[in-house]
T-cell receptor, first 113, second 113 residues
Framework: SQELEQSPQSLIVQEGKNLTINCTSS?????LYWYKQKYGEGLIFLMMLQKGGEEKSHEKITAKLDEKKQQSSLHITASQPSHAGIYLCGADRLSGSARQLTFGSGTQLTVLP | DTEVTQTPKHLVMGMTNKKSLKCEQHMGHRAMYWYKQKAKKPPELMFVYSYEKLSINESVPSRFSPECPNSSLLNLHLHALQPEDSALYLC????????????FGDGTRLSIL
């Protein structure tokens, strides 16, 4: 089964600082997703990466998938309190004709004002 | 605002009660999912429906009974639950096919007394 390891487990940064969250897979990634979750709420889709070397950005968040497609990183530039939450990476796992999504353990981000 | 609507937001029930969780989406997605999320853990897949047919059951106990009456609705019927079933239950939907992001509802917070 696909195993995703995220690091760090938690991160506390001062507002305005940059930060990076990593997601490492034990298998080749065919679809890698980043989600954000506020405590007790649903997951908000951030970005999807499919191709090795692919990089996508939205506002101050950039996600990359390395060439070998076994690691992804999420970088936040000039963090703000609104960036606080739990960041989850997820990977596609095919099971027969159905798709499944398995998640990393998550990274809890706190941004201090 | 989420495009996947879950009701109720909170539910408290006794172990002998029967209740149902509801999920609705109007994005034309033909795949729908139920996840269970315990505190400080990532979501775990329970069921996958594709074109209103059950595709995946991740060895979920029979006290959880899913139902997909049409392409927009997904229900989760609950009966004789245990205290360890207390969790956040998340519904998601996606277009059918490989590498399509899933869109999540805000979840139902379930507490079993």
């Amino acid at each position: 089964s696909q195993e995703l390891e995220q690091s760090p487990q938690s991160l506390i940064v001062q507002e305005g600082k940059n930060l990076t969250i990593n997601c490492t897979s034990s298998k080749t990634l065919y679809g890698l997703y980043w989600y954000k979750q506020k405590y007790g709420e649903g997951l908000i889709f951030l970005m999807m990466l499919q191709k090795g070397g692919e990089e996508k950005s939205h506002e101050k968040i950039t996600a990359k998938l390395d060439e070998k497609k076994q690691q992804s990183s999420l970088h936040i530039t000039a963090s703000q309190p609104s960036h606080a939450g739990i960041y989850l990476c997820g990977a596609d796992r095919l099971s027969g004709s159905a798709r499944q999504l398995t998640f990393g353990s998550g990274t809890q981000l706190t941004v201090l004002p | 605002d989420t495009e996947v609507t879950q009701t109720p937001k909170h539910l408290v029930m006794g172990m002998t009660n029967k209740k149902s969780l509801k999920c609705e989406q109007h994005m034309g997605h033909r795949a729908m999912y139920w996840y269970k999320q315990k505190a400080k853990k990532p979501p775990e897949l329970m069921f996958v429906y594709s074109y209103e047919k059950l595709s995946i059951n991740e060895s979920v106990p029979s006290r959880f009974s899913p139902e997909c009456p049409n392409s927009s609705l997904l229900n989760l019927h609950l009966h004789a639950l245990q205290p360890e079933d207390s969790a956040l239950y998340l519904c998601a939907s996606s277009p059918w096919g490989v590498s399509q992001p899933q869109h999540f509802g805000d979840g139902t917070r379930l507490s079993i007394l």
